[in-house]
């Protein structure tokens, strides 16, 4: 990105990402279809597989894990089945909440980290373009991981990888913050954020569909996402006005990113994590 703005200037930055999205449009367009029976690519007996109601939600044996299941609150809970429910239950908002903060720390991060770099570390735009995006890259590695750690490792359980990327990520951030000035360093550091902030991502939109049914997850859903679209919202300008009135000093504005990783850690320990129940098979 600061390449394309040092060679062409900053509009064409927006000319430049415009053009995956219009690719993206051209190929999704004959190749997705709302429904699985609308496609050419899925068969009958694919069909009806996906359809299947009698067929076992749990994927993997689900067994005790002793003081984890203690920390997590796992309980036997009933679904959530009209959004008045929804509405009511503490572990939606608190889900929304923790998302909030969340999201928070990532379009923060995803918007001054390369100020920071320029104005705080002293890399030029060549760099800081290249170092900038090593939260992108562990991130994608941590997203990858996370879902597999919690669906083998963690048998399903969400809570686990939610607290591990709201703890781990704040750690991080600290080390960044006293990161000496060696561009090794910066980049690890830098990129296992990205990593640990990642790491239990999806779950934050997987946790509902343990107390909600297929009804009623869907309001749950939009409201966890626009609470933590929010989040994205108020990042930029809390992070803005920090700087403003430390006169630039990101150690303080980084360190507002490591209180809502913890307020969002504490969130996260008062939900009740739900034990995943099998279909009940029809009466023969």
Known sequence: MFAIVAATGWRSVFIWFSIPGVIMAIVWYPVVRNRP??????????????????????????????????????????????????????NVW???????????VNYGLLTWVP???????????????????????????????GGYVSDKVFQGRRKPTMLLTAFFAAVMLVAVINAPQNTTL???????????????????????????NTTTYPFAISLINSGGNL????????????????????????????VVLVLALFVIFTL???????????AK
């Open 37 to 90: 029976e609308e496609s050419t690519r899925v068969n009958q007996a694919e069909v009806a597989h996906i359809y299947d109601k009698t067929v076992d939600a749990t994927r993997t044996e689900f067994t005790s894990m002793g003081w984890l299941d203690k920390l997590i609150r796992l309980r036997d809970v009933e679904k959530l089945e009209t959004n008045g429910a929804v509405m009511k239950s503490w």
């Open 94 to 104: 608190g889900d929304t909440l923790a998302y909030f903060f969340m999201n928070n």
């Open 115 to 145: 100020l920071y770099l320029v104005q705080a570390r002293h890399f030029d735009f060549t760099s800081t373009g290249f170092i900038a995006a090593a939260p992108a890259v562990g991130g994608l590695v941590g997203a990858l991981v």
């Open 186 to 212: 910066i980049v690890v550091s830098l990129m296992l954020t990205g990593f640990f902030l990642n790491i239990g991502w999806p779950m934050f939109t997987a946790y509902p569909m343990g107390i909600t």
């Open 231 to 258: 989040g994205g919202f108020f990042a930029p300008m809390i992070v803005g006005a920090l700087l403003d009135a430390t006169a630039g000093n990101y150690s303080v504005a980084f360190s507002y990113f490591v």
């Open 272 to 282: 009740v994590e739900a034990k995943p129940k099998a279909e009940a098979l029809p």
